[in-house]
């Protein structure tokens, strides 16, 4: 039992270590989202309506930050070390996504601290309910950071990724404009992107508008995609390589 | 303590590896020589499990590296050519996640640490952030990360790549001083003949195949004598040259003349009398295991 968990726990607090001895992380994280936040929010004179996207957005770009570090990690870093370990594999994925999730979730709180600004009070019970939810958000866009990065030999294919599949997927995501209003096949899109319904349970839960898709069914999708990605990150991660892996 | 068979590594139709097979007893330090690209990295790849054999069997410490991974790492310590340590962590946080790697704990993974900080003479550095510490101070961290487990075998890819002579004969008597106080079997792969020359035996490999093997001694044996190197204008005339009139059969490459022959210092003086203003200078040295290298191959290692 403590050969699986030890290592997962060792990888996760390696991260946070990581991330405290680097703070200025934080505000390259942080500080773009909130730029495009108030440049759009202001312009249209509605905060309250991009204030979800933009924190999926922060959340999405720690992940993605996090994630890409597995390229490089695995050539020239600890995940080398790990590769040659008797740690399970499944153990690695566990930690490193566990570890990454929690880096994106402690970004996403810090972003909370501008919801005032959207209009937004939040008791503090009501705290527990979005901080679940940002923490789902994060281990969801982690997970998909950790199958988009497993198979890359470099990060210019990230990038090339993060900007054709990502970034898009974010766009419509209900992040800059509702499902209700949206067109054609955007709207098809929309309703097949899982990020919809991470917004809506962002904004169900913050009480802002557009809460569409319904809370249950947004909890649920959004659930269901981070552990299929989880089972999926295990997967690939446990696969013999014939060709080299670092 | 390894045992290889007939191992052979394509990378779709690219061979890397082709029928290699040698076998490493318990204890001894033995050394993959051969130039980058001659199928060292593949190998060690996979000797150190990262990799699946195309063909072949290997096996560690009695286990298959291929049906069963986990038993042989539990058996092997890996030194990469390419740092693995986390540069924010400390030497000591670095090596406590090894340990943790291998289900160590507690007071046993301290005393570990402790013993190895020791060994490799790490202990006045273990609360330094690694990415403070010197070129030779990171490879003896990743000696020492690579020992915790107390593994049978140390596996060390061009461990003392990038580092200066005097780090490196540093190296080379922590890796001795293993073998001998520790009795653990290593193997190393260099592209380096100093270092080479300090295994108890080596196989050169050339384009994935095995070209000799056997102790650095008997290597340089087979060539009898000295070795001449000349430099000319034109190495294909006096190698002819040479044949013809001393009736021994030199090797020609770019620029230079490569003669193997007994009493190497009567030789030059005859040749140098022999071709007046062809030689443009003249060595002579006991034969090295490049020498061995370029005559089972006709390419340098370095």
Redesign the interface.
Known sequence: M??FF??A???WQ?EL??FW??KSRVLGVVASPLVFWLLIGYGSNDLARFYSGALVLTVMFSAIFSTISIIEDR????L????????PRTSMVLGKIAGSATLAWIQGLIFLCFAPLAGVRVDLVELIPIAAAIFLISFTLTGLGFVIAWRMDSTSGFHAIMNLLLVPMWMVSGSLFPMATAHGFVKWIMWVNPLTYSISLLNFTLHLPNATPGPMESLIVTAAFGLVLLLLSGVMAAQ??????? | MIQVQNLTHRYGDRVALSKVSFEVKKGEIFGLLGPNGGGKSTLFRILSTMMVPTEGTVTLAGHDVVRAPAAVRRQVGVVFQTQSLDKALTVEENLRAQGHLHGLSGALLTGRMQAAMEKLGLSDRRKDLVETLSGGLRRRIEIAKALLHKPQVLLMDEASTGLDPAARRDLSRHVESLRSEEGVTILLTSHILEEADRCDRLVLLHQGSIVAQGSPQELRSRIGGDVVVLETGDSASLAAGIEQRFGIKPAARDGQVRVEIPNGHRFIAEVVEAFPGAIQSVGLHKPTLEDVFVRETGASIE
């Not at chain 1, 050539?75 to 600890?78: Q, T």
């Not at chain 1, 080398?80 to 740690?87: Q, T």
């Not at chain 1, 013999?240 to 670092?246: I, Y």
Request: no cysteine; net charge positive; proline share 6%.
């Open positions: 403590s050969s030890l290592p726990i060792t990888l390696r270590v990581r001895r680097q050539r020239e870093g600890f080398l070390s790990m590769l040659v370990s008797p740690a013999k390589a014939t060709r080299s892996a670092a």
